[in-house]
C-alpha cells in the first residue's frame, strides 16, 4: 500500500495550493480518506475528510475543499487563501470504511506528507 502525497511548497499569504494524494495497492474507492496536518512539537491535527460524506474542521470551512477522483484513486486538498498559520506537514491518511473521523489513530495508511509553508 502507498499513499503518495504532493503538491506542497512555499506561497504567500493569500495564495492557493492544491496538494494530491495518490494511493496504491488497495481499493481507494470503498474507503475514507482525510487530511491531517502537523507543525513541530503538536499533535497531529485534522483537517478534513472525504467518504461519501465531506467534513471540513472550522479552522479551514470557507478556505479548503477536499475532494477524490476514484477513478485515479487520488484525493485532493484544495487550500486557499492560505494563512501563516497554515504551515505544517500536510498528511493524506486512509480508513476502511465510509465514516470519517477526526482522531488520527483512527486511520490505517498514512502518506509520507507534503510541506506547505506560507510566508506573511
Known amino acids: 500500500v502507498q499513499l503518495q502525497a504532493s503538491g506542497g511548497g512555499l506561497v504567500q499569504a493569500g495564495d492557493s495550493l492544491k496538494l494530491s494524494c495518490r494511493v496504491s495497492?488497495?481499493?481507494?474507492?470503498?474507503?475514507?480518506m482525510a487530511w491531517f496536518r502537523q507543525v513541530p512539537g503538536k499533535e497531529r491535527e485534522f483537517v478534513a475528510a472525504r467518504s461519501a460524506s465531506t467534513y471540513v474542521a472550522e479552522f479551514v470551512k470557507g478556505r479548503f475543499t477536499v475532494s477524490r477522483d476514484n477513478a485515479q484513486n487520488t484525493g485532493y486538498l484544495q487550500m486557499n487563501s492560505l494563512k501563516p498559520e497554515d504551515t505544517a506537514v500536510y498528511y493524506c491518511?486512509?480508513?476502511?470504511?465510509?465514516?470519517?473521523?477526526?482522531?488520527?489513530?483512527?486511520?490505517?495508511?498514512w502518506g509520507q506528507g507534503t510541506q506547505v509553508t506560507v510566508s506573511s
Open positions: 491518511a486512509l480508513r476502511y470504511g465510509a465514516g470519517w473521523s477526526t482522531t488520527a489513530t483512527s486511520y490505517d495508511y
Open positions: 495497492g488497495l481499493t481507494f474507492a470503498t474507503m475514507t
